[in-house]
């Protein structure tokens, strides 16, 4: 059977030749131009998804990048400021085996107390190191000096927190960028928070401003909390819940403040806790809007005789041992291993028969002791194998404490405090240098970091590039090709289609 070939089919399936030998020569082109072979989802839309995955990781990548790049300074400056410290110590312990000797006088041992009160000054003056404006030794608290002289008492007032300061440098994984205080200079006893603590005990002894403040549950329901009586923190919960909303109060899981669950079962509004009329909300920590729950701020709570050994070190609590104390001519060894409570230290320590009066100290988050006769300097020190006069912060690897008890032997011509000093002195050097091992391991990682991370990007951007680029060789052919074959459909349509005086008949 012969099929009719029509003008009109000729005309239809040419100019259909012509348009598709067109859009292969514009594609073809488009991937020279662009170098991609994916230019829009339909090229491809398998390897559009592996692209958009490949970009999305690449980008993290390089954020970690710039995370490293921009924090490894706080790392390093941390670094170079305790070896400035360990000098100073280095320093202070050749000026007390100078001033141990026979030849040593009141007079020259005061004056080489004003040399050791300059590298205390100095110390203080490097734990509030800043970088870009921010402190590097005060935890979280990046703006305000963590550190002060103490005018009442051994050592210097710390005023940051107990927290360290995040930074995400690869999957899951953060490191800390800044540091408390205690964790390089000294001790923070750190007690976790109970439902006993006293309120006026929390925010570092500030305590609570007593008020009301709202809260609305993610349902609707809204309550008026008036903390006007409350003393403890569990009044603070029994308030709470018992406000006939969908909200509970308790304990958050590091025992650092409070947590408010959201129980509704509708869910029409995020979980809102706001002032009304004071400060009560934000001085518990709990002022926020939140979608889901609300985990409150560190309380900070103070030590008191009534807080638990149990409860120290964020709840972890203290192991305690020994202490040797040197008091003039007076010197023990105190066993607070029985201890239970801080009120059960203090009493054993005041009871030791030392001349020597034992108590928390002006900041409430270490003890301090004082020796009750003007011209002696109660020096307490390790047990060997101990770390209770440490942990306590009355001796030990205390940086402030060994300067201080050192400044207040000379001052005393005090021959037996200067002595005992060193042991102190040697364990804050050793303290220091436990530091900066940490400060070493991190940049360490850091560095290994990097090079993990460069090489994962140059390995992520080529598989990239295999699966988006184009052949531009094979392209530049095909350009090549499809032009010829535009130009001979042209010219065979051309000739096939040339009009008549039929077609202007019709």
Do not use: C, W
């Amino acid at each position: 059977m012969v099929m009719r070939v029509t003008n009109q089919i000729q005309q239809s399936n040419s100019l259909q030749n012509i348009f598709r030998i067109t859009e292969d020569l514009f594609q073809a082109n488009q991937r020279i131009a662009t170098g991609r072979r994916i230019n829009k989802a339909s090229d491809d839309p398998l390897g559009i998804q592996d692209t958009l995955s490949l970009r999305s990781s690449i980008a993290q990548i390089q954020q970690f990048g710039r995370n490293i790049d921009n924090n490894r300074l706080f790392l390093n400056t941390a670094d170079s400021t305790l070896d400035s410290v360990g000098l100073g110590i280095t320093r202070a312990l050749e000026l007390a085996q100078g001033s141990s000797g026979g030849t040593s006088s009141a007079e020259t041992r005061a004056m080489t107390a004003l040399e050791v009160q300059a590298i205390l000054d100095q110390t203080i003056q490097d734990a509030n190191t800043q970088l870009k404006g921010n402190y590097i030794f005060g935890g979280t608290e990046l703006r305000n000096a963590p550190y002060q002289a103490n005018a009442s008492g051994l050592g210097a007032v710390y005023s940051g927190n107990s927290d360290f300061l995040q930074v995400e440098v690869g999957s899951n994984l953060t490191i800390p960028v800044t540091r408390p205080g205690p964790d390089v200079f000294g001790t923070d006893m750190n007690p976790a928070l109970s439902v006993n603590t006293l309120l006026a005990d929390l925010n570092g002894g500030s305590g609570v401003t007593l008020g009301s403040f709202n809260i609305t549950d993610r349902a609707g329901n809204a309550a008026v909390i008036n903390l006007g009586g409350a003393v403890t923190v569990n009044d603070v919960i029994t308030a709470i819940n018992g406000a006939g909303i969908n909200v509970t109060a308790s304990l958050n899981a590091s025992q650092t403040g409070l947590q408010l669950t959201d129980t509704s079962g509708t869910i029409l509004q995020p979980l809102t806790v706001t002032e009304a009329g004071s400060t009560t909300a934000q001085d518990l920590g709990i002022l926020a809007v939140n979608d889901g729950n609300i985990t409150g701020g560190n309380l900070n709570p103070v030590l008191t005789n009534a807080t638990l050994i149990a409860d120290l070190n964020g709840g972890n609590g203290l192991t305690l041992g020994q202490v040797d104390i040197v008091n003039g001519a007076l010197t023990g060894t105190v066993d607070l291993s029985a201890a239970v409570t801080i009120g059960d230290v203090l009493a054993t320590l005041n009871g030791a028969g030392l001349n020597i009066t034992a108590s928390i100290n002006s900041q409430g988050n270490a003890l301090q002791v004082v020796s009750n006769d003007p011209t002696t300097t109660a020096v307490i020190s390790e047990v060997a194998g101990g770390d209770t006069a440490f942990l306590l912060g009355i001796g030990g690897g205390n940086v402030f404490t060994a300067l201080d008890t050192l400044i207040q032997a000379l001052e005393r011509d005090d021959s037996a405090g200067i002595l005992a000093s060193f042991e102190n002195l040697n364990a804050s050097q050793n303290t220091i240098i436990s530091a900066r091992a940490k400060y070493g391991a991190l940049v360490r990682t850091l560095d290994n970091l990097e090079i993990q991370h460069e090489a994962n990007e140059v390995s992520q951007t080529t598989q990239m590039s295999e699966i988006e680029d184009s052949d531009i060789v094979k392209d530049a052919s095909d350009v090549a090709a499809l032009q010829l074959a535009l130009e001979a459909t042209l010219n065979t349509t051309a000739r096939i289609l040339q009009p008549s005086l039929l077609d202007f008949l019709r």
